[in-house]
């Protein structure tokens, strides 16, 4: 299937991205991995990324939770992986879904360091939502069929910064929506850049939630910048003027796009009329402000 291919590649790069970094912010951190209807296929790679850092686990403790319902056989699959790693990591399979969450992580004594939880299969859970957000820092991958909407529900559990994008698979199977919910604009810029980096034979298309055309592009380094501008134009429209500096911020934290993609977007608007700049010339530094032109369309 698509999607868990595409899922499993982004909690690789994802976990590559948060690991050092909560390594060298505690000497204890968590990470979560619970799945609802799955194989649990992406723990393996998971455990295989955690092993790469063992140089890096000594004198740190690293708890893994792997939770899923109905697989009896996870515990012998995780078992080769699980005894290459150093005894400063300890891997605990719990049967259950989701839901079972926040008990395993209470039990883990998650609260107060560094977690990074993943829940893949299920509807966004207050309850399960606010056990994630104890971590300090506390970061989330959430995978849901569609049409549920992630956001909402991340942004309500007091998460600060969220993303969210549509997996449209080629093959015409169910779409999914992925959010990921962090506090930190590092882990956030991380994780847009482990998305467009996703291997652009996988089989799926993007769909940004926010784009008003709602229309699929695929996945490349150099991803087609329709829908940011069309997000770019809505912005001004709502809001008025706007700086570069907002406008990246507001590319980082309301779109699927990455703050780089923030100027190539806006010269396409400033060269087809659909946007105006103040001054007029020079280069586009952050402190230039950008406002709708009433040109041509963002299309």
């Known amino acids: 299937m ?30 979560a991995l619970a799945y609802a209807g799955t194989d649990a296929g992406g723990a393996q790679d998971a455990l295989r990324v955690v092993g790469e850092f063992a140089d890096r686990l000594r004198g740190r403790r690293l708890t893994v939770l792997v939770l899923a319902g109905g697989d009896e056989r996870l515990p012998a699959r995780l078992g080769p992986v699980e005894a290459t790693l150093p005894g400063d990591v300890a891997v605990h399979v719990v049967p259950g879904d989701p839901s079972r969450l926040p008990v395993a992580l209470k039990a883990a004594g998650a609260a107060g360091a560094p977690l990074l939880a993943v ?24 995978a849901t069929p569609a049409p549920a909407a992630p956001r909402p529900a991340l942004a309500a559990a007091g998460f600060p910064l969220v993303t969210e ?7 015409g199977s169910p779409s999914w929506l992925v959010g990921y919910a962090t506090g930190l604009d590092k882990s956030l810029e991380a994780f847009k850049d482990a998305l467009w980096e996703v291997d652009e034979f996988a089989g799926v298309r993007y769909r940004d939630p926010a784009d008003p055309a709602g229309r699929p592009v695929d996945v490349s380094l150099h991803p087609e910048p329709g829908p940011l501008r069309r997000e770019l134009l809505a912005e001004l429209d709502r809001s008025g003027p706007r700086t570069v500096t907002e406008l990246r911020r507001f590319t980082l934290t309301s779109t699927v ?36 032109g009433g040109g041509l369309s963002a299309a």
Do not use: F, K, M, N
């Open 257 to 292: 796009y990455r703050v780089a993609d923030t100027t190539r977007a806006l010269h396409a608007l400033l060269d087809s009329g659909a946007a105006r700049r103040e001054p007029e010339h020079g280069r586009l530094a952050g402190d230039v402000v950008i406002s709708a």
């Open 2 to 31: 698509p999607i868990d291919a595409v899922l499993r590649e982004l909690l690789v790069r994802q976990l590559d991205a948060w690991l050092p970094g909560a390594l060298r912010r505690s000497r204890r951190a968590t990470l």
């Open 119 to 142: 829940v893949h299969g299920a509807a966004p859970d207050p309850a399960v939502l606010a056990a994630v957000a104890a971590g300090r820092p506390a970061e989330l991958l959430l």
């Open 165 to 171: 994008v549509e997996l449209v698979p080629a093959d």
